[in-house]
């Protein structure tokens, strides 16, 4: 039974979107369709278009990455009537999206008037499934591209209708072997989709709630170095529970403070910018629901010995250090990977790097830690003297325990 909502959980949490490049006859990749997908069955199950076209994007862009799916090239999307007159396609930049207008689309006034709207604001439009019917005719002096399927019109009569598509890219759908590529090459298509160059691939990725992107994107916020006391009141003072706690903690009677604070600006300038950087992010550790309390403490007593082990050594910018062994469990803390649980944060490229590929002396002083978390030695290059080790560890250790406790008072 546990094993089975563990699957559930496991299923829950993966998203999946579909992917069939798009060619120029040179071969080179002009883009990607992107295509909804349920399940790692490769084949597409749609009940509700709206639904599916909102999946795929809420997939694309906000849960895996456009550039992971696409990379520089454009990306190909199914669009419905709804959609595009609910002006949801604003959302997106009009330089990375071409918006499918579905074949059975009725072309009316409102919806020409939408398309004139957008064209105007630079966003592009590819008639899908094209058949050289007349229905969707009216809707070609919108579109930048009409994809034909070859499967659905006469191979004899390609040639002689394309010749009445002008100042529109052609786009060959469902070309399945070279014979199919050659004859598309010769009437003159421009870009070509189909099984001969790759059957649609699907692309995972893990959805992490938003609750916890959210606090992640605080404490990132948090251990900028460059956060000055207003910037650190305007990010405490997004989260109404963060400030609630901040205040009742200061307010405490631990902290021995004669006067009582009444706003987070005010507590900034009782307390010093560090304290209550400090304490932020511990109350936003600790609200993880979840998540033990020895995952917190662990972050704590590495982000310290990162801190120490710089200050040791005589390296610059000690708090990057300090955020680097903070943020060394994000993946437990995220139940994903270390990859996609960064993609989602406002960190610096070299802490990213450290966290993921342990470069750079950041990277390196990490390393050092969590060997010796793990082996109780230093096996780095670092070569720091035992005693001098095992004093920042217990020292770490320490403080670590000491604010946990003083936050739980």
Not at 15 to 20: D, K
């Amino acid at each position: 039974m546990e094993v089975a909502r563990q699957d559930e959980k496991a299923q829950s949490n993966e998203v999946l979107v579909a992917r069939q490049p798009i060619c120029a006859a040179n071969q080179k990749t002009l883009g990607y369709e992107l295509l909804f997908r349920s399940s790692l069955e490769n084949r597409a199950i749609i009940d509700d278009p709206d639904l599916a076209t909102a999946q795929v994007i809420v997939n694309s862009f906000m849960e895996i990455g456009l550039d992971k799916i696409v990379g520089p090239s454009l990306a190909f999307i199914n669009v419905t009537r709804e959609f595009i007159l609910g002006n949801h396609c604003r959302s997106l930049p009009s330089d990375r999206v071409v918006f499918e207008i579905l074949e059975n689309t009725i072309p009316d006034r409102e919806l020409m008037n939408a398309l004139t709207a957008l064209s105007a604001s630079g966003y592009r439009f590819a008639l899908d499934d094209y058949d050289f019917g007349s229905q969707t005719r009216p809707l070609i002096p919108f579109c930048d591209f009409v994809k034909v399927d070859l499967r659905a019109v006469q191979r004899a009569d390609v040639e002689d209708q394309l010749k009445s598509l002008a100042n529109v890219k052609l786009l060959a759908e469902k070309v399945e072997t070279l014979e199919e590529y050659d004859f598309c090459k010769r009437v003159g298509f421009d870009y070509f989709q189909g099984y001969y160059f790759s059957k649609p691939n699907i692309i995972q990725g893990t959805k992490i709630p938003t609750n916890k992107v959210s606090v992640f994107r605080l404490l990132a916020k948090l251990r900028d170095p460059e956060v000055s006391p207003r910037d650190l009141e305007a990010i405490v003072g997004q989260d109404i529970s963060l400030s609630y706690k901040l205040l009742r903690y200061i307010n405490s009677a631990y902290l021995g403070l004669k006067k009582k604070v009444e706003s987070v600006g005010h507590a900034v300038r009782m307390v010093g910018t560090e304290h209550i950087r400090l304490l932020a992010s511990l109350i936003m550790l600790t609200s993880m629901d979840g998540k033990p309390r020895e995952l917190v403490v662990l972050s704590l007593i590495r982000a310290k010995m990162c801190e120490l082990l710089a200050m040791r050594l005589g390296l610059p910018n000690q708090d990057a250090f300090f955020t680097v062994g903070l943020f060394s469990a994000l993946d437990a803390f995220l139940d994903c990977s270390m990859n996609d649980a960064l993609d989602k944060l406002p960190l610096s490229d070299e802490i990213k790097r450290a966290l993921t590929d342990g470069a750079g002396p950041l990277g390196e002083i990490l390393q050092t830690v969590l060997s010796y978390e793990h082996l109780g030695s230093d096996p780095s290059e670092i070569k720091l003297n035992p005693s001098s080790m095992r004093s920042a560890y217990m020292e770490s250790v320490c403080w670590g325990d000491q604010l946990m406790t003083t936050l739980a008072a």
